[in-house]
């Protein structure tokens, strides 16, 4: 279909409808350019659960593989529900119907407030290399070769890259992660939990730095060392996976003897499959974003992008709490950088989402089909009980690469920027070649404040001001609470209800929890004063003391 230009009023090019694209929930937004046709903006699909019964999943989604053994799935009150069971490997492993690329904005809504170690929630946005194609598993289970459709690319130039496997089907035990490729022979891809890394060592602790990128696995999960390069360090053999850290790391005991740093190759013997086996899989990710809570921490996740099978190395993000009404998660990017963020979904009167984690490499090509994946699965060593995860919905939004025109007309570097008049109410702002002319403003304050072991009650400053930024950091085993009073004096810990209270995330193996606020400049507003406190505990009356140095805040108030 198109249109005669003189049948459309106004400046071209113009929004005029949204298509409807195989469900109700789905819809391209498109626009007339000035020849009369028609020119696809953007995509969003928009998938809630609200069907009522055992093992249905959403129209805008499909199962891949198998749901594993011990685990429910079922839709009820508008959400999707999943019972984890008990059963070491076990997984669910479902994708959006249709792709994005380019520019893209992906929310998922979630409650895991249930979740303990040893379960896994994750979320990919990544390519789709094979659906439930048939693979084998060598004498050591090892060892997994796929053969792959016609034309999935992959030469021994590929090898050392990585994938992620899941939705598996017909060997007795299938672990789902991120495998590396080991070899190519045709159309047959094999695949192994073999990374390459470096080491560092202080006395008996080594820390294992993962190359390329980080696989998923449990605390306290065995690895084999082979191919060390000291072995009066770090001797070639069986070790335990004590901690997982930003950055790809792991720690293990070793030998307080020989050099201090070197390189070995780790492989992740606990992923052993069923040896000799056959079944189907699905291989997706070679590029991919994905957040994963593995249940040490209701307020973090493991966060990281990878581009054709390399990735930076895990990240430890803050998010919204697990527990009811639970959080949305989001990644939001423009092919040049990719920012990870979280929300509680409540009702508020400010810019609710969280920025916490960001990538500006490893990024996916603007190109790329991207579907959303929602991964549950167990550890390789089972969970104690069985818990519920809920998902209540997820929309995936393609924003393309959009350029700012000013007057038709768009920047094309420093040298033709472009004059903007705004009227910021009763101020005119003007930017231009000089930059920015406004009526002068009071620079933001910053307050730093290093945790006494006490409740740190405190005044900050009489009358009205403005909050325009907050980061605190908490080295406790437990989440600490930072309460901020709209009060002209200082406030009475444990009398005073505070106006605002942040939650800040209890250390994971030795990395401080993280909490930050970037309200902008008009900020929150105390009207008679600002007051804070640090404390142990939620309730408005807690006087739980914190220890001294174990919470760290700076903040930026104005006036």
Excluded at 137 to 165: K, M, R, W
Excluded at 177 to 206: D, E, K, L, M, Q
Aim: some cysteine; proline content about 4%.
């Amino acid at each position: 279909m198109s249109l005669n230009a003189n049948q459309v009023i106004g400046t071209k090019p113009q929004l005029i409808c949204g298509l409807v694209k195989g469900t109700t929930d789905e819809y391209e937004v498109l626009s007339v350019t000035d020849d009369g046709n028609f020119n696809q903006n953007s995509k969003i699909i928009d998938c809630s659960f609200n069907k009522t019964g055992s093992g249905l999943v959403a129209d805008e989604a499909m199962q891949l593989g198998a749901t594993g053994s011990g685990i429910t799935v079922a839709q009820s009150f508008g959400n999707l529900t999943i019972d984890t069971g008990t059963t070491a490997n076990a997984e669910f492993l479902m994708r959006s119907v249709d792709s994005i690329k380019g520019g893209h904005i992906c929310r998922v809504k979630q409650i895991l407030s249930q979740r303990i170690v040893n379960q896994h929630f994750a979320i990919y946005l990544a390519d789709l290399i094979g659906s439930n194609v048939p693979f084998t598993t060598d004498a050591t289970g090892l060892l997994i070769s796929v053969p792959l459709p016609s034309g999935h690319g992959f030469t021994s130039e590929n090898i050392g890259q990585s994938c992620y496997l899941g939705g598996g089907t017909g060997a007795a035990v299938i672990v789902p992660g991120r495998y590396a490729i080991t070899a190519v022979s045709g159309n047959v891809v094999t695949f192994s939990p073999v990374f390459a890394c470096t080491w560092t060592r202080s006395t008996t602790t080594a820390s294992a730095t993962f190359l390329g990128g980080t696989p998923i696995f449990s605390v306290g999960e065995t690895a084999m060392v082979s191919a060390s390069s000291d072995i009066t360090a770090i001797v070639n053999g069986s070790v335990s996976l004590v901690s997982i850290a930003a950055g790809g790391i792991t720690t293990f005991t070793c030998l307080n003897a020989g050099a201090s740093s070197g390189t070995l190759t780790m492989t992740m013997s606990a992923k052993a499959w069923t040896p000799s086996a056959s079944g189907t899989i699905t291989v997706f990710g070679w590029n991919a974003i994905s957040a994963v809570k593995n249940g040490l921490n209701a307020a973090a996740a493991l966060f990281d992008s990878q581009r054709k099978g390399w990735a930076s190395g895990v990240s430890l993000v803050s998010t919204s709490t697990d527990a009811s009404p639970g959080a949305l998660l989001q990644f939001s990017g423009d092919t040049t950088s990719e920012y990870f963020s979280s929300a509680t979904p409540v009702s508020g009167n400010f810019i609710q989402f969280s920025q916490s984690g960001s990538r500006m490499e490893s990024l996916v090509d603007a190109k790329t089909p991207l579907y959303l994946f929602l991964q549950v699965f167990n550890g390789v060593t089972a969970p104690v009980s069985t818990t519920r995860l809920t998902v209540g919905k997820f929309s995936l939004e393609e924003t393309g690469i959009n350029k700012v025109h000013i007057a038709g007309v768009s920047q094309t570097g420093s040298g033709n920027a472009q004059r903007v008049n705004i009227d910021a109410g009763t101020t005119a702002v003007t930017v231009g070649p000089a930059g920015i002319a406004v009526a002068p403003v009071v620079p933001a304050t910053p307050l730093i404040i290093n945790s006494a072991a006490s409740t740190n009650g405190q005044l900050v400053l009489t009358g009205s001001s403005g909050l325009q930024a907050f980061f605190a950091s908490n080295t406790g085993a437990t989440a600490a609470y930072v309460k901020l009073y709209n009060k002209a004096t200082a406030p009475t810990v444990g009398t005073d209800v505070p106006a605002m209270i942040v939650t800040v995330p209890a250390a994971v193996a030795g990395v401080p929890g993280e909490k930050q606020i970037i309200p902008g400049f008009s900020g929150y507003r105390f009207a008679l004063g600002l007051g804070l406190a640090i404390t142990g505990a939620a309730a408005d009356a807690d006087t739980t003391a914190v220890a001294a140095g174990q919470v760290k805040v700076i903040l930026s108030r104005t006036v």
